[in-house]
């Protein structure tokens, strides 16, 4: 950071540890100084705000559009509410993660949010980065070593925190510039997103067509009788999984029997990415010859019945993993299912492979049923699946060809997710260096575009 830009020509001791040396010219007050608590009640105009960490604070209806989805609005009224003005920052619940947000709206909020209201000269725009710096949201963090999920902060803890402040012309300018610059980080943060989705969709298809079409483009084909396979190759089968796979539950262990040493147990949250991480649990080696079916094989399929609405992405019900070498022998908790070939003529990795296209996927979330937010699925409906098999020698071949192509898919996926990792990285490094005085940005100035240089030529 500091190669590409000046550093101020003095500091000095800020005498608090988040903020270490800062500009000389810099004035160093605790947060009770710079902003009040306000504790106005609504306005009978005020319309319910609501604050999150990707969208600061915003409107509950507008909250509702962006995140498609019902937000619990106030039953009984909002006169108990805090009224917030524009450019007011607002505490939540989970400021302590992810910061303090900034509102651009005027209307209320919950009282379980504390509202931030300037009570000296400063530039909205400076706090709100300086809001959501790394080094601040630590400073944060280090107010309590309790702060848990239902617990906000407090007005006297934050306000125990000093901030800087600098005048509010080099305020507006540190401002300015990181507009201008994460704008810029974000453009390619989001072109490297849209690669990777590019990515994933072209493996995919990869998948898709390997498991309807067959390797030949060739090949006689046939109506396959399913509306959404179309025609197949004339020699393949159509068959649900259910004639083609045995499987074993995983075991309700007790939660009292996990210990810190002995045998890992794999849970259905650990089944991620098409594999399964290391576990975090353990059971007494001794369980291994008292549950034989629990224990994992490398190689085998491993599939979730319990997770999340399919809505939800991520961690929705029925994930695929399969078992790395590593957790061979490990043992297999509830609520998850492994799919065995036993059935000679299917082989492990062609199933992997129909287990991952988005119509097996499509089939998983039609079958979830549970409540708004916990979903399961029946064995019975994950196995009532029709799917097209070729003869054993060309599902080897299937899987081989598509594996080489997914292999190379994966090394350009990987390369476009640590690219955005490290833009993320960058922006995040930049704003920190800014509002901390760490790079002198006073006589930055936006570089004029080439069709801008022409206009004034």
Request: glycine residues 6%; contains cysteine.
């Amino acid at each position: 950071m500091s190669s590409k830009y000046q550093t101020y020509p003095e500091y000095k001791d800020s005498g608090t540890q988040w903020l270490r040396d800062i500009p000389s010219g810099w004035d160093v007050y605790d947060g009770k100084r710079l902003f009040k608590n306000r504790r106005e009640l609504s306005l009978v105009s005020d319309e319910q705000l609501a604050a999150s960490q990707q969208h600061g604070v915003i409107p509950q209806s507008l909250m509702m559009k962006l995140n498609d989805s019902k937000v619990m609005l106030a039953l009984k009224g909002t006169n108990s509410f805090r009224h917030v003005e524009k450019n007011d920052f607002v505490i939540s619940l989970r400021s302590f993660e992810g910061g303090i947000e900034h509102s651009n709206y005027v209307g209320c909020v919950s009282p379980a949010y504390t509202v931030l209201s300037a009570i000296k000269e400063v530039e909205p725009s400076f706090y709100r980065y300086l809001f959501k710096s790394k080094p601040y949201i630590a400073a944060l963090q280090a107010t309590t070593d309790s702060l848990r999920d239902g617990k906000s902060i407090t007005f006297d803890q934050f306000g125990a925190i000093s901030l800087v402040l600098p005048n509010v012309s080099e305020q507006q300018q540190i401002a300015n510039f990181l507009d201008h610059e994460t704008a810029k980080i974000d453009t390619l943060i989001d072109k490297q997103q849209q690669l990777i989705k590019l990515l994933k969709e072209k493996r995919q298809a990869v998948i898709s067509h390997a498991v309807t079409k067959g390797l030949n483009p060739d090949a006689p084909m046939k109506d396959s009788g399913v509306e959404w396979l179309g025609e197949v190759p004339e020699h393949w089968e159509s068959r649900l999984l259910k004639g083609y796979i045995e499987t074993r539950k995983g075991v309700a262990f007790k939660s009292s029997d996990f210990c810190d040493e002995g045998v890992l147990v794999a849970k259905a949250s650990d089944i991620k990415n098409l594999t399964i991480r290391d576990p975090e649990i353990s059971l007494p080696i001794g369980y291994i010859s008292k549950y034989p079916k629990a224990i994992l094989k490398a190689s085998e399929i491993v599939l979730s019945t319990v997770g999340s609405t399919p809505d939800v992405k991520n961690s929705a019900v029925g994930q695929i993993g399969k078992v790395p070498n590593s957790l061979a022998g490990c043992l297999l908790n509830q609520n998850t299912v492994v799919f065995d070939c036993t059935d000679n003529r299917l082989e492990n990795g062609y199933l992997f492979l129909l287990l991952q296209t988005s119509r097996y996927r499509d089939h998983l979330d039609l079958h979830a049923h549970g409540t708004a937010n916990q979903a399961s699925l029946n064995i019975s409906d994950m196995l009532s699946f029709t799917a097209t098999i070729p003869p054993l020698k060309e599902q080897v071949s299937i899987t081989e060809e598509v594996n080489k192509k997914l292999d190379s898919l994966a090394v350009l996926l990987s390369k476009s997710q640590e690219s955005q990792e490290l833009l993320k990285e960058r922006r995040t490094a930049l704003i920190s260096a800014a509002v901390t005085g760490k790079i002198d940005v006073r006589n930055w100035q936006p570089k004029k575009s080439k069709s801008s240089m022409e206009a004034t030529a």
